[in-house]
């Protein structure tokens, strides 16, 4: 694996802008790419990206641009740093200007997202040999303090990435580990994107504390939110997310052993890991509902879990019931464009099926 990668960031967000600051620091050629020209100019005025607190300095950008083309175009590997409602758009705009060995890693993917990317490539009539690829989680805890400069709470010890197939995986866990040593192989994206704890943490926290929201008063996320009877609720959630894991034959983390590996936090209850975690201090609660902890979190995240739980005719009560109950809050359907089997492509497969394709991506 060469080592002089050349590294384009799709998505000018807090990840976007915190990976590109960080590969400049360490030396790498970068380009970033956005639709928001105010982000694009400044952070080419400036020649780069500053960060603050867990990392520290100024990462030289090579080029930022809000066009697709002139960033995609000598590209090694391409991090797709957008939400996952975005995934959509961000595939149909790099369909035509995709090249034959190129790395596309969704960074993170939510649930299934290298599916839901892989079907729009195909739909969309690109024959480019790319490798696609997905992370469970982003690497940083981040924020945007203004456009060019980002706040860095922390670094997670352990990111797991895994190629569609996964016979691709090694060569891209490769590549990443010439910046990023702490991505490490998964058998598959089906622990990306079951190891994914965004929608079981996110979705019932936010729907819970709906009174604390709409009180627009300050508060913090995990601190103020995260509280017993409702780390007692989520919980009941992620035991779902792990008995349909189990039925796959996967043997995933619950949500409270993930912050053991990923940040050294140890306790015997979620709530208590949550509220011990440094990483979580300073996250400060929304002041809407009509967040992405609803909107991308439970159709990108969510659904897909119920979906996978209804084809194993395995209960998903809990998260139903969060699904029905954010849908009712925010008055908005959020199946329509949800990933549901259907969407991901993979509404004709059984189980079996399903599982050989994740792995060697050949159908039956």
Request: with cysteine; aromatic share 8%; charged share 20%.
């Amino acid at each position: 694996m060469k080592t002089n990668l050349k590294w384009t960031i799709l998505g000018g967000g807090n990840g976007g802008q915190t990976t590109a600051g960080h590969l400049g620091m360490m030396g790498f050629d970068v380009t970033i790419y956005d639709i928001f020209e105010e982000t694009i100019e400044a952070i080419s005025k400036q020649g780069g990206i500053f960060l603050e607190d867990a990392l520290t300095g100024f990462g030289k950008v090579k080029t930022a641009t809000t066009n697709i083309e002139e960033a995609l175009r000598d590209a090694d590997v391409v991090l797709v740093t957008v939400p996952a409602t975005a995934h959509q758009l961000v595939a149909k705009s790099c369909a035509p200007y995709l090249k034959d060995g190129q790395i596309i890693v969704l960074n993170p993917a939510a649930t299934f997202g290298s599916l839901a990317f892989e079907k729009i490539l195909k739909d969309e009539g690109c024959t480019a040999n790319v490798t696609l690829a997905e992370t469970n989680t982003l690497l940083y805890g981040c924020r945007i303090i203004e456009p060019g400069r980002t706040q860095v709470f922390g670094l997670k010890n352990r990111i797991l990435l895994a190629a569609l197939p996964a016979t691709e995986t090694a060569r891209v866990v490769a590549a990443m580990q010439v910046a990023f040593p702490q991505f490490v192989a998964a058998d598959s994206i089906l622990i990306t994107s079951f190891d994914n704890t965004n929608p079981i943490l996110h979705t019932a926290t936010t729907l819970l504390n709906t009174g604390t929201i709409e009180s627009d008063r300050e508060w913090h996320f995990y601190i103020d939110g995260f509280t017993p009877s409702i780390g007692r609720f989520v919980e009941s959630m992620d035991e779902e997310r792990l008995a349909i894991g189990r039925a796959l034959g996967l043997d995933l983390l619950s949500c409270r052993e993930q912050l053991e590996v990923e940040y050294n936090v140890f306790a015997d209850t979620l709530a208590d890991s949550i509220r011990k975690n440094p990483v979580y201090q300073d996250i400060k609660g929304q002041k809407a509902l009509d967040t992405r902890y609803l909107s991308e979190d439970i159709p990108m995240g969510l659904v897909p879990f119920v979906e996978l739980g209804k084809l194993l005719e395995l209960p998903t009560a809990r998260m139903e019931s969060i699904v029905d109950l954010a849908q009712l809050v925010l008055e908005r359907d959020l199946m329509k464009n949800a990933r549901t089997l259907k969407n991901l492509g993979i509404d004709d497969m059984t189980s079996t099926e399903f599982l050989q394709y994740v792995q060697t991506g050949q159908r039956s």
